[in-house]
């Protein structure tokens, strides 16, 4: 069982920045691959970045390329996006992801889900 703690959200300007937290617990995180999806008001959930287990690797929705970073530090078991010159339309309830299996599959397949945390972007 891995338990997600998210953080970082708020309200902020567009162009402003913002980090996101996520601190994970139960097991050892460079066992498992992370990202980052988000849900709009009466839109799908989408993918928009994740990173491997030892960090080699990252995957990124377009709209995000060139703006969100997404980095891990294993010794803290925590995942970080670093958002950049943000949007209205980047503003969503984030969630955090886990994916047990070995394999890299950056936008399917996550066995666990934190709770999400608010981003606003205002005009």
């Known amino acids: 069982q891995v338990q997600l703690v998210e953080s970082g959200g708020g309200l902020v300007q567009a162009g402003g920045s913002l980090r996101l937290a996520c601190t994970t617990s139960g097991r050892t995180s460079s066992s498992y691959h992370m990202g980052w999806f988000r849900q709009a008001p009466g839109k799908e959930r989408e993918f928009v970045a994740a990173?491997?287990?030892?960090?080699?690797?990252?995957d990124y929705t377009d709209s995000v390329k060139g703006r969100f970073t997404i980095s891990r530090d294993n010794v803290k078991n925590t995942v970080y996006l670093q958002m950049n010159s943000l949007k209205p339309e980047d503003t969503a309830v984030y969630l955090c992801?886990?994916?047990?299996?070995?394999?890299?599959?950056?936008?399917?397949?996550?066995?666990?889900w934190g709770q999400g945390t608010q981003v606003t972007v205002s005009s």
């Open positions: 990173i491997s287990r030892i960090g080699d690797i990252t």
């Open positions: 992801v886990v994916r047990m299996a070995f394999t890299w599959s950056p936008r399917a397949g996550y066995d666990y």
